[in-house]
């Protein structure tokens, strides 16, 4: 069964920090990779899909990158700022077992002014 | 532009009362889902669509019924609810196939006494 964790569950920076958010998956049989936020009662926002095919993809201050070999996602966000408080939540798309998308339990990220 | 929407935003409801769950998406969109959100637990998918006059079961559907009847709707029912189904629930829907971004709505919150 494919499980996703995230890693750290919580984390508190100082703005203009530079940080890293990551995501593990236990099979490495995936379509592809997603990262999402999560603002308090809202629903979910894609921020950047990688394809398995690729190793990384950018928008803006955000740059994902993707190694399937080790089960491995890393979301890193550039000289953060208080609006980027937020859930931050991995995804994978599954080749298999219906093809769904399995969720980590998030990251909340809190960017102190 | 709506996009996603859901109603309601939030429910009480007791023990073994019914009670339905509307998504609604102006997109256009193929494929409707389900999900829901529980404290440390991320998302999991409930039940989900391809098309209209289809509907699967995802990872956790005991105790929920869908309808997939207009291309637009997608129902989510409880027939008896119980305190276990107390959580927020998403709707979301994709373009073609799972493959591809999925746009979610704001999500209901659902209190089962």
């Known amino acids: 069964k494919q499980e996703v964790t995230q890693i750290p569950a919580a984390l508190s920076v100082p703005e203009g920090e530079n940080l890293v958010l990551n995501c593990s998956f236990t099979d490495s049989a995936i379509y592809n990779l997603q990262w999402f936020r999560q603002d308090p009662g809202k629903g979910l926002t894609s921020l950047l899909l990688i394809q398995s095919s690729q190793r990384e993809q950018t928008s803006g201050r955000l740059n994902a990158s993707l190694d399937k070999s080790s089960g491995r996602s890393t979301l890193y966000i550039a000289a953060s700022q208080p609006g980027d408080s937020a859930t931050y939540l991995c995804a994978v798309l599954l080749l298999k077992n219906g093809n769904k998308l399995v969720f980590g339990a998030g990251t909340i990220l809190r960017v102190k002014s | 532009n709506a996009g996603v929407t859901q109603t309601p935003k939030f429910r009480v409801l007791k023990t073994g009362q019914s009670m339905t769950l509307l998504c609604a998406q102006d997109?256009?969109?193929?494929?409707m889902y389900w999900y829901r959100q529980d404290p440390g637990m991320g998302l999991r998918l409930i039940h989900y669509s391809v098309g209209e006059g289809t509907t699967a079961k995802g990872e956790v559907p005991d105790g929920y019924n869908v309808s997939r009847l207009k291309k637009q709707n997608f129902l989510l029912g409880l027939e008896s609810a119980a305190p276990s189904q107390t959580s927020v629930y998403f709707c979301a829907s994709s373009s073609g196939t799972f493959k591809e971004t999925q746009y979610f709505g704001p999500g209901t919150r659902l209190l089962v006494l």
């Open positions: 997109m256009n969109h193929e494929y």
